[in-house]
């Protein structure tokens, strides 16, 4: 099994800053990419920021220059640094990671539950 846990997330004024946690556990022999999806109520899900094992970043053109996505390896724990948050980033936001579970096996996707941000105008 593996479990993807996010937290962090919350209600802020429009202008602030909030910062997510997702940590990867159970049987995880090695991580690869990892990401922050979000999804607002009528639309589709979207990537946010997504970040290799080695460190590599991409960002919604949306979010750049506000977003910071980063990486603790030695704790399989990814994090995004929200400043200047709007109203439109409000969003359910969601973990993602690309985890192969032993050395022979293939790599899965797997999904965090989700934690909601909202952003008061």
């Known amino acids: 099994q593996v479990q993807l846990v996010e937290s962090g997330g919350g209600l802020v004024q429009a202008g602030g800053s909030l910062r997510l946690s997702c940590a990867a556990s159970?049987?995880?022999?090695?991580?690869?990419?990892m990401g922050w999806y979000r999804q607002a109520p009528g639309k589709q899900r979207e990537l946010v920021a997504a970040?290799?094992?080695?460190?590599?970043?991409d960002y919604a053109d949306s979010v750049k220059g506000r977003f910071t996505i980063s990486r603790d390896n030695a704790k399989n724990t990814i994090y995004l640094q929200m400043n200047s948050l709007k109203p439109e980033d409000t969003a359910v936001y969601y973990c993602?990671?690309?985890?192969?579970?032993?050395?022979?096996?293939?790599?899965?996707?797997?999904w965090g539950q989700g934690t909601q941000v909202t952003v008061s105008s």
């Open positions: 159970g049987s995880v022999f090695r991580i690869n990419t």
């Open positions: 970040i290799t094992s080695g460190g590599s970043t």
């Open positions: 993602h990671a690309n985890i192969n579970r032993s050395w022979y096996g293939n790599e899965h996707g797997y």
